[in-house]
């Protein structure tokens, strides 16, 4: 086999000339289709080798190679954070192995993006005094994202990637939809939950952008409090912005969700539609049924035994919320609109100006805002992490200092 470390290490050598490995460490991917690991040589330089398993793996690193091509070192000088390199590539058996030069800095979990966010680690080197203060991290996160979504269109179209109408991409998501409900393995309210936002066209009047399309923690580096890189261009394509949000959803703090759009908002061309994030809380929603699709393409029981517990777990939490349709909260409970409706009929029959409307724990109640909550993580399939319903995260990578010398 070719794909422990020590012999992606060999690959890494064979691939790049003048590279002496030294030591290997763990480099997060999706297990189901990948074996990555970050080798260091022996002038101290790191290198990211991916060796695809199957097919179509390969396939997708191809097409990331191509999409790597496309920017240029003026596209590139535009954009906020690093892009991979690739360095060199092996093929053996009719699949390509790829060595990258290694980017800076590590992936993070979505705890430790909120935790930085708020306190985030100290730079290397002390900026000077008349520096401009380094933004909160979930500020440079939107304004990245607002600069790669203003790139222009030609980008993707020249060469030759995918670009979708905003019609096409709700057609091709109600066709997975439909490719999901032939498995017979998802709840029937999840389904008709998800088919009923697709109906509803005002949801898909957006205007499309060049997106990363596989955007997630585990493509996104950061380095000392800074984002550093996005990776995994593989899905790279012209279509809808809010993929690139989906898995924000998984943020048990809406504020860090909130950032990202303002800084977004400021960065981008044009301004986000207002059903963005909606449309990426069903996204986020419908990676757990495209997760179980997966699982049962592919034959791996234990694919389809996580994606179903999940689903049925979403299922149960979208009936406890009486949440109407994905980014929409439920009304608030019986007892709280009781209250609001007792202050209302209390402050109509009284003289006095206003009326102090509380809940037994002393919170204000107001009848006309939203109920607090926060939709739990949905959005993070196991896809983006494992393969095979495991998790990974980003804090023992090699870029962190961990590595293991080799035998």
């Given amino acids: ?18 590279v002496a490995p030294v030591a290997t460490g763990p480099s997060p991917d999706d297990a189901a289709d990948f074996r990555s690991c970050v080798v260091q040589d022996s002038e101290g330089r790191r290198w990211r080798v991916r060796s695809p398993l199957n097919t179509e793996a390969s396939m997708r690193l191809e097409t990331e190679h191509l999409v790597l091509q496309a920017f240029t070192p003026s596209v590139r000088s535009r954009l906020p954070f690093h892009l991979p390199t690739v360095a060199g590539s092996v093929a053996q ?21 909120q935790r930085q966010n708020e306190h985030p680690e100290p730079p290397v080197h002390a900026p000077s005094p008349s520096a401009t203060p380094r933004a909160p991290l979930a500020v440079q996160l939107g304004r990245s994202l607002g600069c790669l979504h203003s790139l222009p269109r030609a980008l993707v179209m020249d060469a030759d990637l995918p670009a979708y109408s905003a019609e096409q991409c709700r057609k091709r998501m109600l066709h997975d939809l439909d490719q999901a409900a032939t498995t017979g393995l998802i709840p029937g309210d999840l389904l008709r939950r998800w088919e009923e936002a697709l109906e509803d066209t005002t949801l898909w009047q957006f205007s499309t952008r060049v997106v990363h399309g596989d955007l997630h923690e585990d493509n996104i580096t950061v380095d000392h409090g800074s ?15 809010a993929v690139d949000f989906s898995w924000l959803v998984g943020m048990s703090d809406p504020a860090f969700a909130d950032t990202v759009i303002e800084a977004y908002s400021v960065a981008a061309v044009q301004p986000p539609d207002r059903h963005l994030l909606r449309r990426a809380h069903l996204k986020a929603e419908f990676a757990l049924a495209e997760w179980l699709v997966r699982g049962v393409d592919r034959g791996i029981p234990s694919m389809v035994d996580n994606a179903q517990r999940m689903l049925t777990t979403l299922a149960a939490d979208v009936r406890a919320s009486a949440s109407p349709s994905p980014g929409v909260a439920g009304p608030p409970p019986a007892s709280t609109a009781s209250a609001a409706a007792s202050g209302a009929d209390r402050a109509g029959d009284s003289d006095v100006d206003s009326v102090d409307r509380t809940d037994s724990d002393g919170r204000a109640l107001d009848g006309d805002s939203a109920p607090d909550g926060h939709p739990s993580d949905y959005g993070l399939s196991p896809d983006h992490h494992s393969g095979e319903g495991g998790s990974s995260t980003g804090g023992s990578s090699a870029a962190s200092g961990s590595v293991t010398p080799t035998s």
């Fill in 227 to 241: 984002l550093a890189s996005f990776t995994g261009w593989s899905d790279l394509h012209v279509g809808d912005p």
């Fill in 1 to 18: 086999m070719r794909t422990t470390p020590e012999l992606l290490a060999a690959v890494a050598a064979a691939a790049v000339p003048g």
């Fill in 93 to 113: 058996d009719g699949l390509r192995t790829f060595v990258y030069s290694h980017l800076p800095g590590h992936t993070l979990s979505l705890r430790e993006f």
